[in-house]
C-alpha cells in the first residue's frame, strides 16, 4: 500500500447540502517510501458540503447485485484537528470516485463540532431528505442510538465509523480501529523505552467520546503491569493543538515530579515539545500521532541525538473505508451479520527503524501533513472481506 501524505489546505468548502457539484476541490497524489507525497486538499472547521451527478438519486436496496447510484451523507462530529480534516478530505476523495462510476448521485458532509444534540439533528435531516447511506463519526457512544435506530428502521444504511465502538452492538455497521488495543500495546513499547521506571503525563482527547475512553483504557491496562512507572497526572487536550497547549501550560508548573514519558491521542505532541523546551524542561519522550510537525521534529532529533519513540494514530480512512463498503452493502454485493457487523480497520504505527529507514522523507515533512496510508475501494474489499458472511 502506498503512502500518502495530505498536506491540508485550508480550503474552506461549500455551506451547503442542496448545491450542485462537488463539495470542495481535492487533489492528490501517493508516492512510495522515500518520496515526498502529493498535497490533498481538506476541510478547514467547515460545518457542511456537498456534491450531486446530474443522474437522479435512486432507493438504496440490500438485495440483487445490480449497482445503483446512491446519496450518501457523511455526519462528522468534530474536525478541529489535522487528522479529522484528512478524514473528511478522505470521504470527500471516496464520494467523487464513486460518484464518477456512478454509485453515487448526491453525497453531502456536515459537522456538529462535538455536539451530541446538533449531529442527531444532523441525522434526523439526512433520513427526512431521503437518504440511502449514511456514515456517522459519532460524538458520543451511546447518545446517537434512537436517531440510529430511526435511520435504521427507514431502511438506511449506517455505518458509524472511527470513534467506536457504540455502546450497543449491532445497532449499526461499524468500522473502526480497536483503541484499547493499539493503545496498550504502544503504552508497553514506550514503558520499555523508559526502561520500565518514570513518570507518565497521559493527554486525553475529547471526555464523552468513546475513542477517548477506550484509548484510556488500553494505557491504564498498560501501566498496570509496569509497577515503577506512575501515571502521574493527566490533561484534557482534546485532540487540539491549541487546548493542548494550554493545558499542558497551565499544569507544568505546578508539577513536584518529573515528566519521563507523555502519552496522548492526538494534537498534542509537538505541542508538549514546545512546552518544554519553552520552560527550559528536558524533553520527555512523547508518543507522536503521525502529524508532520512533530514526526519531522523527531527525525532531526534521532539523527542529532538518538531520540527514541513510537508513533501511534487511528486510521483517518476509516470513514472513507465506510462509504466504499456501505455502497457494496446497499447493492447487495456484501453481507455482515452478528458480530462480524463490527469491524477493525487497524491502527497507523511508527517505530524508531521506519523513521531510520526513511529519515530524510520525514525529515522534510510539513507541519500540516499527516503520515497516514491511502485506502482505496480494493483496500476497503479487502479489509471487509475478513467479516462478510
Same mark, same amino acid.
Not at 450497543?168 to 488495543?181: A, S, V, W
Given at each position: $500500500?502506498?503512502?500518502?501524505?495530505?498536506?491540508?489546505?485550508?480550503?474552506?468548502?461549500?455551506?451547503?447540502?442542496?448545491?450542485?457539484?462537488?463539495?470542495?476541490?481535492?487533489?492528490?497524489?501517493?508516492?512510495? @517510501?522515500?518520496?515526498?507525497?502529493?498535497? @490533498?486538499?481538506? *476541510?478547514?472547521?467547515?460545518?457542511?458540503?456537498?456534491?450531486?451527478?446530474?443522474?437522479?438519486?435512486?432507493?438504496?436496496?440490500?438485495?440483487?447485485?445490480?449497482?445503483?447510484?446512491?446519496?450518501? @451523507?457523511? *455526519?462528522?462530529?468534530?474536525?478541529?484537528?489535522? =487528522?479529522?480534516?484528512?478524514?473528511?478530505?478522505?470521504?470527500?476523495? @471516496?464520494?467523487?470516485?464513486?460518484?464518477?462510476?456512478?454509485?453515487?448521485?448526491?453525497?453531502?458532509?456536515?459537522? /456538529?463540532?462535538?455536539?451530541?444534540?446538533?449531529?442527531?439533528?444532523?441525522?434526523?435531516?439526512?433520513?427526512?431528505?431521503?437518504?440511502?447511506?449514511?456514515?456517522?463519526?459519532?460524538?458520543?457512544?451511546?447518545?446517537?442510538?434512537?436517531?440510529?435506530?430511526?435511520?435504521?428502521?427507514?431502511?438506511?444504511?449506517?455505518?458509524?465509523?472511527?470513534?467506536?465502538?457504540?455502546?450497543?452492538?449491532?445497532?449499526? +455497521?461499524?468500522?473502526?480501529?480497536?483503541?484499547?488495543?493499539?493503545?496498550?500495546?504502544?503504552?508497553?513499547?514506550?514503558?520499555?523505552?523508559?526502561?520500565?521506571?518514570?513518570?507518565?503525563?497521559?493527554?486525553?482527547?475529547?471526555?464523552?467520546?468513546?475513542?477517548?475512553?477506550?484509548?484510556?483504557?488500553?494505557?491504564?491496562?498498560?501501566?498496570?503491569?509496569?509497577?515503577?512507572?506512575?501515571?502521574?497526572?493527566?490533561?484534557?487536550?482534546?485532540?487540539?493543538?491549541?487546548?493542548?497547549?494550554?493545558?499542558?501550560?497551565?499544569?507544568?508548573?505546578?508539577?513536584?515530579?518529573?515528566?519521563?514519558?507523555?502519552?496522548?491521542?492526538?494534537?498534542?505532541?509537538?505541542?508538549?515539545?514546545?512546552?518544554?523546551?519553552?520552560?527550559?524542561?528536558?524533553?520527555?519522550?512523547?508518543?507522536?500521532?503521525?502529524?508532520?510537525?512533530?514526526?519531522?521534529?523527531?527525525?532531526?532529533?534521532?539523527?542529532?541525538?538518538?531520540?527514541?519513540?513510537?508513533?501511534? $494514530? *487511528?486510521?483517518?480512512?476509516? /470513514?472513507?473505508?465506510?462509504? +466504499?463498503?456501505?455502497?457494496?452493502?446497499?447493492?447487495?454485493?456484501?453481507?455482515?451479520?452478528?458480530?462480524? $457487523?463490527?469491524?477493525?480497520?487497524?491502527?497507523?504505527?511508527?517505530?524508531?527503524?521506519?523513521?531510520?529507514?526513511?529519515?530524510?522523507? =520525514?525529515?522534510?515533512? *510539513?507541519?500540516?501533513?499527516?503520515?497516514?496510508?491511502?485506502?482505496?475501494?480494493?483496500?476497503?474489499?479487502?479489509?471487509?472481506?475478513?467479516?462478510?458472511?
Amino acid at each position: $500500500m502506498k503512502k500518502k501524505i495530505a498536506m491540508l489546505l485550508g480550503i474552506v468548502l461549500t455551506l451547503s447540502l442542496t448545491a450542485c457539484g462537488s463539495g470542495g476541490n481535492s487533489a492528490g497524489s501517493s508516492a512510495s @517510501a522515500g518520496t515526498s507525497g502529493g498535497a @490533498a486538499s481538506s *476541510a478547514s472547521n467547515s460545518n457542511s458540503t456537498s456534491g450531486s451527478s446530474a443522474s437522479s438519486a435512486s432507493q438504496a436496496s440490500a438485495a440483487g447485485t445490480e449497482k445503483k447510484a446512491h446519496k450518501v @451523507a457523511f *455526519a462528522d462530529s468534530f474536525n478541529g484537528s489535522t =487528522f479529522r480534516q484528512l478524514e473528511e478530505a478522505a470521504v470527500e476523495d @471516496a464520494c467523487k470516485i464513486m460518484q464518477e462510476q456512478g454509485r453515487i448521485s448526491e453525497y453531502a458532509m456536515v459537522c /456538529a463540532n462535538s455536539d451530541v444534540a446538533t449531529q442527531i439533528s444532523q441525522i434526523n435531516s439526512f433520513i427526512l431528505d431521503g437518504y440511502d447511506i449514511i456514515i456517522i463519526d459519532p460524538a458520543s457512544s451511546s447518545g446517537l442510538n434512537d436517531v440510529i435506530q430511526q435511520a435504521v428502521d427507514a431502511g438506511i444504511i449506517v455505518f458509524a465509523v472511527s470513534d467506536g465502538p457504540l455502546d450497543t452492538p449491532g445497532l449499526c +455497521y461499524e468500522i473502526n480501529t480497536k483503541p484499547t488495543d493499539l493503545w496498550y500495546e504502544a503504552t508497553k513499547e514506550l514503558c520499555e523505552i523508559i526502561g520500565e521506571e518514570g513518570n507518565v503525563l497521559v493527554s486525553r482527547g475529547i471526555i464523552g467520546y468513546a475513542f477517548d475512553e477506550k484509548a484510556n483504557m488500553g494505557v491504564d491496562k498498560a501501566l498496570s503491569e509496569f509497577p515503577n512507572v506512575t501515571k502521574a497526572g493527566e490533561i484534557e487536550g482534546e485532540w487540539t493543538d491549541s487546548v493542548a497547549k494550554e493545558a499542558f501550560a497551565q499544569v507544568l508548573p505546578s508539577m513536584n515530579y518529573d515528566v519521563d514519558l507523555i502519552i496522548g491521542q492526538g494534537g498534542d505532541d509537538k505541542v508538549a515539545v514546545d512546552v518544554f523546551e519553552a520552560a527550559g524542561k528536558e524533553v520527555p519522550v512523547i508518543m507522536g500521532q503521525g502529524r508532520g510537525n512533530f514526526l519531522s521534529w523527531w527525525a532531526r532529533e534521532y539523527e542529532e541525538n538518538g531520540y527514541q519513540t513510537i508513533s501511534v $494514530m *487511528a486510521d483517518p480512512y476509516a /470513514a472513507a473505508m465506510g462509504v +466504499y463498503t456501505a455502497l457494496d452493502v446497499a447493492d447487495g454485493l456484501v453481507s455482515f451479520s452478528g458480530d462480524n $457487523m463490527s469491524m477493525d480497520c487497524g491502527g497507523i504505527i511508527l517505530t524508531t527503524e521506519d523513521l531510520e529507514a526513511d529519515l530524510d522523507f =520525514f525529515k522534510n515533512m *510539513a507541519d500540516d501533513e499527516v503520515y497516514a496510508f491511502e485506502r482505496d475501494y480494493d483496500y476497503a474489499v479487502e479489509m471487509y472481506s475478513k467479516y462478510a458472511d
